[in-house]
């Protein structure tokens, strides 16, 4: 089974609005971390925002904040006040506590566009 | 601060020819990941190093692959004889050792390599 699912291929919002970016994930492991990523089209890879398995709050940085329901195993990213320069791929990652590699496990990404 | 630092940028070159890819992690972090991203394939993990020493190799995919790490500042990442199929860009990424599962992976620019 995939460690991360993200099932949307490609997502369009118009400039200023809001857009949730959809993440599911599979772990037995009751300590975990998921992670977002933002990969413009230059090439690199961002780092956005972290959310721990035991937060009691969703974690937000500026307008990211992730929709954490743990019971649902869904970490969903969402961008407020879509800008143009929020177009790029976002990918969902998480680590396991249980492996000691601090190795990831990445989805397929979500292509993101922002619509003028 | 200084991220992790890849050279070269890109590279193009002849099949059969050897591929050098450089990387200098971010000072003071244990970890030191080599990944491979194709559309095919997205991020695939290849390799990663603990405190200088590779850990899990299983994602190289043959023998032409080689990584080394001398030294907690320098690791390469060597392909020969290069194939065609081998065209992707190659990212390296570093990390803390951290507790359980908060710290991220921080990549670098990436090597976008093309085999003719």
Same mark, same amino acid.
């Given at each position: 089974?995939?460690?991360? /699912? %993200?099932?949307? +291929?490609?997502?369009?919002? %118009?400039? =200023?609005?809001?857009?949730?970016?959809?993440?599911?994930?599979? /772990?037995?492991? +009751?300590?975990?971390?998921?992670?977002?990523? =933002?990969? +413009?089209?230059?090439?690199?890879?961002?780092?956005?925002?972290? %959310?721990?398995?035991?937060?009691?709050?969703?974690?937000?940085?500026?307008?990211?904040?992730?929709?954490?329901? =743990?019971?649902? =195993?869904?970490?969903?990213?969402?961008?407020?006040?879509?800008?143009?320069?929020?177009?790029?791929?976002?990918?969902?990652?998480?680590?396991?506590?249980?492996?000691?590699?601090?190795?990831?496990?990445?989805?397929?990404?979500?292509?993101? /566009?922002?619509? +003028? | 601060?200084?991220? @992790?630092?890849?050279?070269?940028?890109? #590279?193009?070159?002849?099949?059969?020819?050897? @591929?050098?890819?450089?990387?200098?992690?971010?000072?003071?972090?244990?970890?030191?990941?080599?990944?491979?991203?194709?559309?095919?394939?997205?991020?695939?993990?290849?390799?990663?190093?603990?405190?200088?020493? $590779?850990?899990?190799?299983?994602?190289?995919?043959?023998?032409?692959?080689?990584?080394?790490? $001398?030294?907690?500042?320098?690791?390469?990442?060597?392909?020969? $004889?290069? #194939? $065609?199929?081998?065209?992707?860009?190659?990212?390296?990424?570093?990390?803390?050792?951290?507790?359980?599962?908060?710290?991220?992976?921080?990549?670098?620019?990436?090597?976008?390599?093309?085999?003719?």
């Amino acid at each position: 089974a995939q460690k991360i /699912t %993200q099932t949307q +291929p490609g997502m369009f919002v %118009q400039e =200023k609005e809001a857009v949730t970016l959809d993440c599911t994930y599979d /772990t037995s492991d +009751p300590s975990y971390g998921l992670f977002w990523y =933002k990969q +413009p089209s230059s090439g690199e890879m961002i780092f956005l925002i972290y %959310q721990g398995s035991y937060d009691q709050q969703n974690a937000t940085e500026g307008r990211y904040s992730l929709n954490f329901q =743990k019971a649902r =195993k869904s970490a969903n990213l969402v961008i407020s006040a879509s800008q143009l320069g929020d177009s790029a791929m976002y990918f969902c990652a998480m680590r396991e506590a249980a492996n000691t590699g601090n190795q990831f496990y990445f989805g397929t990404g979500t292509s993101l /566009t922002v619509i +003028p | 601060d200084a991220g @992790v630092i890849q050279s070269p940028r890109h #590279e193009v070159t002849e099949m059969g020819q050897e @591929v050098t890819l450089r990387c200098k992690p971010i000072s003071g972090h244990d970890y030191l990941f080599w990944y491979r991203q194709t559309m095919m394939r997205g991020l695939e993990l290849l390799i990663y190093f603990n405190n200088n020493v $590779p850990i899990d190799d299983s994602g190289m995919p043959e023998d032409r692959f080689s990584a080394k790490m $001398p030294n907690a500042s320098f690791s390469t990442l060597k392909i020969q $004889p290069s #194939e $065609p199929r081998d065209s992707a860009v190659y990212f390296c990424a570093s990390s803390l050792e951290g507790t359980g599962h908060n710290q991220p992976q921080h990549f670098g620019d990436g090597t976008r390599l093309s085999i003719l």
